[in-house]
């Protein structure tokens, strides 16, 4: 075998079953004798259920079940629970109205779903819900955050009067108000961060199953098993732990759409146990667009205090968060602690005041999605700072580079309560510019104004924040959940290796990557380690994958195992080598005596761990399998710089980004085809948000962008090669130094993009653009004015 | 009900559908040829390509009746009966096209029919629009776009024009 540990580019071991059509996703599992559930959705953003007919549906040909939330309410099951709680400036809890799994007496948003119908096939369901008739009485409905909180807008929920849901603050308001007081000028922003559909290409899917003796089994489209198991058995169904089985197997990308529980899944779970029978459903695209939780949607505006010299003094935001309807599983944490707490970002301000305002809607609900809060956090400050430079005329870079936290001063506590642990914002910064030829751009841009294009370069100096962690930490902020990981590493007989992971892989990796982190510790061959994830039956109590915390937490959690499997297998040797366990060295798959020649390899000490002939058993246990669990101690801080440089068309207004450049500081890098593969991919969705992407609603709460036709996905003709390189710092509180790679391309692209557009449309006094930067948008910029100066 | 008899990865079926059946149901459902993915209900997403009589077709736009005596290749179908794999499913391979793997198959199927429509070579523009029906939410298509740039000597036996790279 050649080099397989960590840091080398292994060829990844899912793919054999994914290229041959091999995968096991939930829609191509049938269950024998299975029913199939369709919803019959609301159409209507808000309106009162007067009245709700099944009887021609239930008695259509197939029709096995017909259920309504009454049918919930009878058999005393609540709603859906939220799983963090945020407490205002005043110190009240947030607004938590219920979030029943079918509605109960009104609909909120258009897809909330009113009815389930299930039959013999999908055509019969489907054709049954047609039968069902539901009187409404409208009622006004609001999209936008603005229009919610006008004194006299429509209710969502009467326990959210003014439809606040809560009032946040952080940071210290006297004196940020001083520094502003006593500033040489002040640079405001006022800006939007554009709602998005996560699009995952596997649409949900869940299949309930329940045996005679009342087990249950779920199949479903998760990120993390258990957390649904916890969620769904403990505080929904009230199905006891050990006879609810939660099963995710292959999933088609999730992006932090897959991590909630969703009301589909308990109603597929709580009809198979009436029905005695498996419900399977699967989400057609249009439903996904309007039940999958959405990302984003914030209102806000920035104002940044500065010296003479451009220094940044103190910083101030107010953000409106869009919460939509009904509060999905975390979505209270992620406009406040994932991210107010990141709006110190790359740079020294030693003040920050940051107040936000979350307000329910007539929309699907909203939550975290890929980099969930970073990406807001970074598009607000990367847009401030170009904002500040275009202000007061200092050069763009100059003026990061003077702010930066400098390499030197880790760890450096920010104003906003995280501490970070290393980082070098100047050798990510350099190392983009080289890579991306920022010097030689002003010939690029010439030559592009000889064909009648403008061009223009952007950059974002960004950083992100992966792991959340610690868990007491999270807790006392309102995480009701544990944020530590587990692995449990299974030595096999002949010494291959079974990891059981609590973590989940949706298109990562893990089973590559982790295998690495085995064969570097262990010296086993990768194809000696399977890992196996996503079955609460098989897997110890973890927390799944969100937040790029899947190497950092739950790698952290794989190496403290194997340390371990390593301390006892030293005792076993000692044993068996006649030496003391003091002496015995592990070191390439070998365990042997300092000094000596004498060594037995790793299958060997397997093999007598569970053939205890010679075998020091009065002090040892046979076996070699060993768990741990990991609780990180401060999340990691992944950051870099992005370079965007664009190309307008003065006809069309269509914006190509024709280069892009990401060097990434991701810590330690496990797999660098992986780690560039999750940046291409993120990178992709930032310039889908730059320039196509928009979750549109009328004023009233009406989706007009519900299917691929009208909701703009980049294709492959939208996104250039992508150079990806990586400069990276370790991160100093885990045991592999590793950051995460998950999300650091869609927090640091999109700001580069709008940037770089900004810079291509300088001479139009352009000062700033919200996303999506549409050819349309571009356009009317270009006709209003011919070529002006740059001016305020 | 009617009836549609099509041959599927060189194996014939003679299978009952309603009128409203579409291909890739009767792939999926009836065939247990799951590696064929719905993405979409709008033709939009490219997850549901498959072969038709040598073309690459989305099975979620075709009726199955009108599937009649067809050829039909799936993404089960490519690799050799010795496991095998065709060049672009080794390409994807080598060069981590792949990631979720849920729009793979559809991504592979598209990507062989514009490599062998396209004898003359394709430059990184054209594989990039020839690619405009699929889509992928995890890869950024970049490495997607490589591995069908170097699958392409692979499958016309001789290297990529020049004038093409
Ligand atoms: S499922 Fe056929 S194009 Fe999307
Ligand atoms: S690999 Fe996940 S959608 Fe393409």
């Known amino acids: 075998m050649g080099f397989e540990g960590i840091g080398a580019a292994v060829k990844r071991k899912e793919d054999g079953r994914f290229l041959a059509g091999r995968g ?519 927390m799944g994958t969100y937040g790029s915390r899947s190497i950092a937490v739950g790698g952290s959690a794989l190496v403290k195992a194997m340390d371990k499997i390593i301390a006892k297998g030293k005792r076993i040797a000692a044993h068996l080598l006649e030496a003391s366990v003091d002496d015995i060295e592990f070191k390439d798959g070998k365990f042997s005596v300092a000094g000596t020649d004498k060594s037995k390899t790793f299958g060997e000490i397997a093999l007598t761990a569970y053939v205890p002939h010679n075998y020091p058993i009065e002090e040892l246990e046979p076996g070699l399998d060993e768990t741990a669990f990991y609780d990180p101690k401060n999340f990691t801080f992944p950051g870099g710089c992005h370079v965007a440089e664009v190309e307008i068309d003065r006809e069309t207004g269509v914006v190509r980004v024709v280069n892009f450049t990401a060097v990434d500081d991701i810590g330690r890098v496990i797999n660098p085809m992986i780690v560039e593969g999750q940046v291409h991919g993120g990178v992709a969705q930032g310039i889908g948000q730059a320039l196509l992407e928009q979750a549109g609603y009328d004023d009233g709460g009406q989706i007009v962008s519900g299917s691929f036709m009208d909701y703009t996905m980049p294709r492959a003709d939208n996104v250039p090669n992508i150079h990806v390189g990586t400069e990276s710092t370790l991160c100093t509180h885990n045991p592999l130094g590793v950051k995460g790679v998950g999300e650091v391309g869609a927090i640091g692209s999109p700001p580069a993009v709008i940037n770089a557009i900004v810079n291509a449309l300088e001479a139009y006094g352009v000062r700033h653009l919200d996303m999506p930067a549409t050819s349309q948008k571009i356009w009317s910029i270009l006709q209003a004015g011919a070529p002006r100066m740059a001016a305020e | 009900m009617p009836q549609v008899t099509l041959t599927v990865n060189g194996k014939r079926h003679t299978v009952a559908v309603e009128g409203r059946t579409l291909l890739v149901e009767v792939l999926r459902e009836k065939l247990g040829l799951t590696g064929t993915h719905i993405g979409c209900d709008t033709s939009q997403c490219g997850a549901c390509v498959v072969h038709v009589n040598g073309d690459s077709v989305k099975s979620c736009t075709m009726l199955a009746l009108q599937a009649e005596g067809a050829e039909v290749t799936t993404i089960e179908g490519l690799a050799k009966p010795d496991g095998t794999l065709h060049p672009m499913q080794e390409m994807f391979r080598e060069h981590h096209a792949l990631q979720c793997g849920y729009c793979t198959p559809g991504m592979v199927m598209s990507a062989i029919d514009l490599v062998a429509k396209h004898p003359e070579g394709l430059t990184e523009r054209e594989i990039r629009e020839g690619l405009d029906g699929n889509l992928c939410r995890c890869t950024g298509y970049h490495n997607i776009v490589k591995a069908v740039a170097a699958a392409w000597p692979l499958m016309h036996a001789k290297p990529m024009p020049a004038a093409a790279e």
């Open chain 1, 24 to 542: 096991n996703y939930v829609d191509d599992i049938n269950r024998p004798g299975q029913v199939y559930a369709y919803f019959k959705r609301s159409d209507r953003p808000h309106a009162r259920i007067l009245r709700v007919d099944t009887a021609a549906a239930a008695s259509a040909p197939g029709v096995v079940a017909v259920y309504t939330g009454a049918d919930f309410a009878a058999d005393g099951i609540g709603g859906l629970p939220c799983g963090w709680q945020i407490h205002s400036k005043d110190g009240s809890p947030m607004a938590e109205p219920p979030h029943p799994v079918l509605a109960q007496g009104k609909v909120r948003h258009v897809g909330d779903p009113v009815v389930a119908v299930l039959a013999e096939t999908r055509q019969q369901a489907k054709d049954a819900a047609e039968l069902i008739e539901i009187d409404y009485e409208d009622l006004p409905g609001t999209a936008s955050v603005l229009d919610a909180l006008k004194p006299g807008a429509a209710v969502v929920h009467d326990e959210a009067p003014g439809n606040v849901c809560y009032d946040w603050q952080i940071g210290d308001k006297a004196a940020v108000d001083a520094a502003f007081a006593g500033a040489a000028r002040v640079v405001k922003l006022d800006l939007t961060n554009n709602r998005l559909v996560p699009n995952a290409m596997e649409p949900r899917a869940a299949i309930g199953e329940c045996d005679i003796a009342g087990n249950y089994t779920l199949y479903t489209t998760s990120q993390n098993p258990h957390v649904i198991r916890l969620l769904m058995g403990a505080f929904v169904l009230h199905i006891p732990e050990h006879q609810l089985r939660v099963v995710a197997p292959d999933v088609g990308g999730g992006f932090g759409s897959k991590i909630y529980h969703y009301a589909e899944e308990a109603l597929v779970t709580w009809a198979a146990g009436k029905l005695k029978r498996p419900v399977k459903w699967t989400a057609e695209r249009s439903e996904s667009f309007m039940s999958d939780a959405h990302g984003r949607d914030h209102v806000s505006t920035a104002e940044m205090a500065l010296d003479a010299e451009g220094h940044f003094l103190a910083l101030k935001v107010s953000t409106l968060a869009n919460m939509g309807a009904y509060l999905s599983t975390f979505a209270p944490a992620v406009p406040t602690y994932l991210y107010a707490t990141l709006l110190a970002g790359v740079y020294k301000t030693p003040v920050i005041y940051a107040e936000v305002k979350a307000v329910f809607t007539n929309t699907v609900p909203v939550d975290a999605y890929r980099g969930a809060g970073r990406p807001e956090a970074t598009f607000l400050l990367e847009r401030l700072v170009d904002a500040i430079a275009h202000d007061t005329g200092i050069d763009r870079i100059e003026l990061r580079r003077r702010n930066f936290i400098p390499a030197n001063a880790f760890p450096y506590q920010t104003p906003v309560a995280l501490q970070y642990d290393s980082g070098d914002y100047e050798t990510t910064l350099a190392a983009a510019l080289k890579a991306a030829d920022h010097t030689g751009f002003p010939a690029r841009r010439q030559a592009a104004a000889a064909q009648g294009k403008l061009r223009g370069i952007g950059i974002s100096t960004y950083l992100e924040a992966c792991g959340i962690a610690p868990s007491a930490v999270a807790g006392a902020l309102g995480a009701r959940a544990g944020l530590y990981e587990v692995a449990n590493v299974r030595v096999n007989p002949t010494g291959s290796v079974t990891v059981f992971t609590g973590t989940h892989s949706h298109g990562q990796g893990h089973e590559t990557t982790f295998a690495q982190v085995v064969a570097e510790q262990l010296g086993v061959p990768v194809s000696q380690v399977d890992v196996v994830h996503g079955d609460t039956a098989r897997i110890p109590f973890g």
